[in-house]
Every structure is written in C-alpha cells, then in structure tokens.
C-alpha cells in the first residue's frame, strides 16, 4: 500500500534538519533508498511540477524536509507502482488538499498473486527535448549514445523513463574520461542477464491465465532487482571496494 504524503519519511529518508539543503545534499539523502537517483532525474521531476523548491537570489535551488519527504514518495511510486508522473501528481494535490483520494494502482493482490487491471500499468513516456533537457545534453551526443545502443527511442519516438536514468548516468560517467564506446561492454553484460530472466519466465508470459501472466511480470521486477544487485556486488568485489 502506499503512504501518504502525511506520513514520515521514513524509507531511508532522514531530513531531520528543518533548515533548507542543496540539491548535492538531498541527492544523498535520497540514495540510501534510491541508489539510481541523479540530480538530473531530481532536476527532471521539479521541471514536471512534482517539486517546488526554494531558490536563492543567485539562483540555486534550496529543498526543505517536506521537498525531500515528497520526492521520496514521488521515486516510491516510480519504482513500485509503475505510476506515471500526471497520475503521482494528481494523487499528491489531492492528498495535499485534504481529499479522500484513493491511492492510485495498476494492480492488487489476491492469493499471493498480482493481478492487473484491465488496462495493466501505464509506462512514463517523455519527449526528445525532455530528455535532452532531463539529461543535460546535445542532440549529437544523444544520436551518439544511440549508435552503441545504450539508449532507444520506442516505435513513436518517445523515450521511456528509464532512458533518463541512463542518459544521466552516462553523462556522470563521461565526466571521468569514462566515453561511450566504453560502456559496449556493459551494455552487452546487461543484454546477457536480460536474456537469462526471460528463460525463467518465458513460459508464465505464454500462459492464458491474465493472472499468470502478471505473475510473469512480478517475476521479472524481482529478478531484474536480484541480478542488479548481484552484478553492483561482483563489480565492488572486483574492486576491492567495501559498500558503505
């Protein structure tokens, strides 16, 4: 179920501090729960009406503990509902407004198995100028990032949401030297383990059954989260560096 806006933070997010914070800080507030978040996905959910931080007379954002508290719930509803951003928004003016609002779900739960509704979840969809605005980038590098497959438009030219994520990522890694061409490798590891999920699952995503089908679904939320982590785990190792 989710929380509502009323709730404490909680999740990992602790803002304790009733004075204002910079984006830098609340990005490191945010990532105990979100390790993904990037400023520019902050930045992106600000320019969609999600937050309204403070600014100064220079310009600089300043976020209280209720925009950290928010963003949290925002990124929450991303991640565990499919949620699209008008949808997080309405829920939240609505709340914030007193009303008896439902929350909003793209399925429930009966006998231990999801079940979508109807319509199943609505996928968040953004522009090309979103996304270059989102990701802080060029046309050049974006086509650029397309030739080595790390990002690709969907059939109308829309980008998911998580093509800000990789945008933004691989802009942060190119600030180390790190270029695209670099990251062919990691593109392929991750083509490999989204591979080895589908086996596990292919044979619930043929199945009639509508709920079988949502399990298959659910399956693959899990399993692309454990190979994730493990992948975080075996590059640290490699490393040699401790996770804090």
């Not at 304790?16 to 800080?25: E, P, Y």
């Not at 030219?157 to 945008?167: F, I, K, L, N, P």
Request: aromatic fraction near 4%; glycine fraction near 10%.
């Amino acid at each position: 179920m989710l929380q509502t806006p009323s709730g404490g933070a909680g999740h990992g997010i602790a803002a304790a501090d009733s004075g204002l914070m910079s984006i830098g800080t609340v990005l490191n507030a945010l990532r105990d729960e979100f390790p993904e978040v990037t400023i520019s996905k902050i930045r992106f959910l600000e320019s969609e009406g999600l937050i309204e931080p403070q600014r100064t007379p220079s310009g600089y954002r300043k976020f209280s503990p209720r925009d950290v508290e928010r963003l949290g719930h925002v990124l929450r509803m991303q991640r565990d509902h499919y949620l699209p951003l008008k949808v997080i928004r309405e829920y939240l003016e609505a709340m914030e407004r007193g009303e008896a609002a439902p929350p909003p779900t793209v399925g429930r739960q009966r006998d231990g198995e999801p079940v979508l509704e109807p319509e199943g979840p609505t996928a968040v969809r953004i522009g090309r100028a979103e996304l270059l605005a989102a990701a802080e980038i060029g046309d050049e590098e974006l086509e650029e990032w397309q030739s080595y497959g790390l990002i690709a438009p969907l059939p109308d030219g829309a980008y998911d949401a998580e093509s800000v994520t990789v945008a933004a990522l691989v802009a942060e890694l190119g600030r180390f030297g790190i270029e695209p061409r670099h990251l062919r490798a990691m593109k392929a590891a991750a083509d490999r383990e989204a591979g080895l999920v589908d086996q596990v699952v292919a044979p619930l995503k043929r199945h009639r059954n509508p709920q079988t089908r949502a399990l298959a679904e659910a399956r693959s939320k899990e399993l692309a989260g454990l190979t994730v982590k493990l992948h975080a785990a075996l590059v640290r190792i490699a490393l040699g560096v401790r996770q804090p």
